[in-house]
């Protein structure tokens, strides 16, 4: 069992920021890559960002680029998404995930831990 706990979610107005953050208390992540992925009323899950472990190459979907800077924490089981130029289709749960880093790291599929989510609403 893996527990990821988010925080920083909350109500923004378009065009404002956000930082999101996701610890695993007690755990060493170093070999695994950590992410974010996002589920807005009605809709599948849409991966958000991850950030590999090691190399810390980082991966972004195609709607948050320019936008979303992920970054592991100093911290070796943290990592934080900040979220400029917010937009009202960004609202949505937003869920730390974690996994081997290994393999492909924008599947739905691929990440075995997931935190609980934590809401961000923009208002228009």
């Known amino acids: 069992q893996v527990d990821l706990v988010e925080s920083g979610g909350g109500l923004v107005q378009a065009g404002g920021s956000l930082r999101l953050s996701c610890e695993a208390p007690?755990?060493?992540?170093?070999?695994?890559?950590m992410g974010w992925f996002r589920q807005a009323p009605g809709k599948e899950r849409e991966f958000v960002a991850a950030?590999?472990?090691?190399?810390?190459?980082?991966y972004y979907g195609e709607s948050v680029k320019g936008r979303f800077t992920i970054s592991r924490g100093i911290a070796k089981n943290t990592v934080t998404l900040q979220m400029n130029s917010l937009k009202p289709d960004d609202t949505a749960v937003y869920y730390c995930v974690a996994k081997i880093s290994l393999g492909t790291f924008t599947s739905v599929d691929s990440y075995p831990y997931w935190g609980r989510g934590t809401q961000v609403t923009v208002s228009s």
């Open positions: 950030v590999t472990g090691g190399t810390k190459t980082t």
């Open positions: 007690g755990r060493d992540y170093t070999n695994y890559a």
